[in-house]
């Protein structure tokens, strides 16, 4: 089992920033790519940004130039860095990671969400 768990989430007025983190443990073998997902009320949960673990990066046309994603590999934590935040980034945003999990010899393959945090902007 492979568990993700974010944190940041809150209350900012627009103009404003946030950054969300989120943290990937259990037994984990190897993470392929890392990203954000939001769902707003009464609409679709969207990508909002990805990461590979060689870096490759793809943002939402939506957050290109004010958000900025990244990940530390070695804490298996991708990271949310949310800036000019606009009420229309209102949601709740999830973590998303895929990759190999291991116990003892056995190997499989994992597709984790957390559990979601609130953003809220205030205009």
């Known amino acids: 089992q492979v568990q993700l768990v974010e944190s940041g989430g809150g209350l900012v007025q627009a103009g404003g920033s946030l950054r969300l983190s989120c943290a990937a443990s259990?037994?984990?073998?190897?993470?392929?790519?890392m990203g954000w997902y939001r769902q707003a009320p009464g609409k679709q949960r969207e990508l909002v940004a990805d990461?590979?673990?060689?870096?490759?990066?793809n943002y939402a046309d939506s957050v290109k130039g004010r958000f900025t994603i990244s990940r530390d590999n070695a804490k298996n934590t991708v990271y949310l860095q949310m800036n000019s935040l606009k009420p229309e980034d209102t949601a709740v945003y999830y973590c998303?990671?895929?990759?190999?999990?291991?116990?003892?010899?056995?190997?499989?393959?994992?597709?984790?969400w957390g559990q979601g945090t609130q953003v809220t902007v205030s205009s």
């Open positions: 998303n990671a895929d990759g190999a999990q291991r116990s003892g010899s056995y190997y499989s393959s994992f597709h984790s």
């Open positions: 259990g037994s984990i073998f190897s993470i392929n790519a």
């Open positions: 990461i590979t673990s060689r870096g490759r990066i």
